[in-house]
């Protein structure tokens, strides 16, 4: 297994709750890690990511809310999401590529570009 995904859980609406991607990746500081999401008949959607430099990308539903983190010599990613909603509601899955996969912020945010996956984590807001 090469990413596995905790934390998730059922809480309420305002809440906090933070998700963790463990790694076994070789070189974990070499890859771009994702967080994406899905709700049964939806799309994936992009949640956030982190690049390999640090850089933070954050989809405009969630920017402001939720914050991503890495710690590369734990080869751990986490998704830290605050003032939870209940269109927050979803399967949570975190995603790394290889660095130089990436071109650019765009395909940052494509799932297809992503070589590997966590199982996915369920989160549930009641409102």
């Known amino acids: 297994v090469q990413l596995q995904a905790s934390g998730g859980g059922l809480v309420q609406a305002g809440d906090s709750l933070r998700l963790s991607c463990a790694a076994s990746l070789r070189t974990f500081s070499n890859y771009h890690m994702g967080w994406f999401r899905q709700t049964p008949g939806k799309e994936r959607e992009f949640v956030g990511g982190?690049?390999?430099?640090?850089?933070?990308y954050y989809s405009d539903s969630v920017k402001g809310r939720f914050t991503i983190s890495r710690d590369n010599p734990k080869k751990m990613a986490y998704l830290q999401m605050n003032s939870l909603k209940a269109e927050d509601t979803a399967a949570y899955y975190c995603?790394?590529?290889?660095?130089?996969?990436?071109?650019?912020?765009?395909?940052?945010?494509?799932?297809?570009?992503?070589?590997?996956w966590g199982q996915g984590t369920q989160v549930t807001v009641s409102s």
């Open positions: 982190i690049t390999s430099e640090g850089d933070l």
């Open positions: 995603a790394a590529v290889w660095w130089t996969r990436i071109r650019n912020v765009h395909s940052l945010q494509l799932g297809e570009e992503y070589e590997y």
